[in-house]
């Protein structure tokens, strides 16, 4: 089989990372893909304003029709700060035969040397990176062993902290997040 697996902080989940999650779906023919949310992101320490269960039950909200998409706990349930290398170790375990894919976005590519154990995990998984389509760039990875794969994307620029000062503000995430992550954010007054 071929999985692939999105992390991030998904605080709040929103339709970039859906559509993300679909675009690498579509065009690498995944089996699965997994959504994983990160305990603590080590490159953006401050990022994660609500909790994990506040964070697991959005993402189920946005994606519980949808039986292409699954969550894994993993990371929220070892906490602390989550290092790729680490989480990719433990899927390795659980899909030994399997093709693995982790999925970055194109502005993570040069900060990609500096992951924890790079050299290690770039023997244990290969990497698709999202980019806009028909905006080719020239990215240079010195990374040996790297398998790095372009995925062209229908980027949208929306950030969750962007979300978060956005309801701080009073103003309205429709058309940013689905409804039902929205419903969420209001009835658990989140981010205020």
């Known amino acids: 089989m071929k999985i692939g697996f999105l992390g991030g902080s998904f605080d709040p989940v929103h339709f970039g990372h859906l559509i993300a999650a679909q675009d690498v779906l579509e065009q690498f023919h995944l089996d699965r893909l997994l959504l994983v949310p990160a305990a603590q992101a080590p490159l953006k320490p401050h990022d994660i304003q609500s909790t994990p269960v506040d964070r697991l039950t959005m993402l189920r909200a946005a994606t519980e ?27 390795r375990t659980q899909f030994p035969q399997d093709e693995l894919f982790w999925i970055i976005g194109g502005d993570q590519l040069p ?36 398998r790095l794969h372009r995925c062209d994307g229908h980027l949208i620029e929306i950030s969750s902290s962007e979300l978060r000062e956005r309801v701080l503000a009073g103003r309205s995430l429709h058309y940013f997040c689905p409804q039902k992550v929205i419903a969420y954010i209001e009835g658990k007054k989140l981010y205020r």
């Open 65 to 91: 029709w949808d039986r292409r998409l699954e969550i894994s706990d993993y990371e929220l349930r070892k906490g602390g700060i989550s290092y790729t290398v680490d989480s990719v170790r433990h899927f």
């Open 111 to 146: 900060l990609l040397h500096q992951w924890k154990e790079i050299g290690e995990l770039v023997k244990m998984i290969e990497f698709i990176f999202l980019e806009r389509p028909k905006h080719p760039t020239k990215h240079h990875v010195a990374i040996e062993g790297l």
